[in-house]
């Protein structure tokens, strides 16, 4: 019952617009059961330049139990 979806929101105002999101892949990681890694692709080269902040929402059978975020820049000349 364990999900992860990656989120991508701009970072200007409360961070809820979500503008982009995929359903991560969830893999075993070593030989601890309870370690996974999380993979996800989404395209992001529609998007304008400017600041955004990526976020990992960890959930367990539908409700929100975690999360993880990090900022990142969309640079265009």
Same mark, same amino acid.
């Given at each position: 019952?364990? /999900?992860? !979806? ?8 409360? $961070?809820?617009? *979500?503008?982009?999101? %995929? ?14 890694? /999380?993979t !996800? ?8 330049? $400017?600041?955004? *902040?990526?976020?990992? %929402? ?20």
């Amino acid at each position: 019952g364990t /999900a992860v !979806a990656i989120e991508i929101s701009p970072a200007s105002g409360s $961070g809820t617009a *979500v503008v982009e999101t %995929a359903q991560a892949s969830l893999q075993p990681v070593g030989n601890d059961q309870r370690v996974r890694a /999380a993979t !996800a692709a989404l395209p992001i080269a529609l998007l304008p330049k $400017g600041d955004y *902040v990526a976020r990992a %929402a960890v959930t367990i059978d539908g409700r929100r139990v975690g999360q993880v975020s990090r900022p990142f820049r969309i640079v265009k000349p």
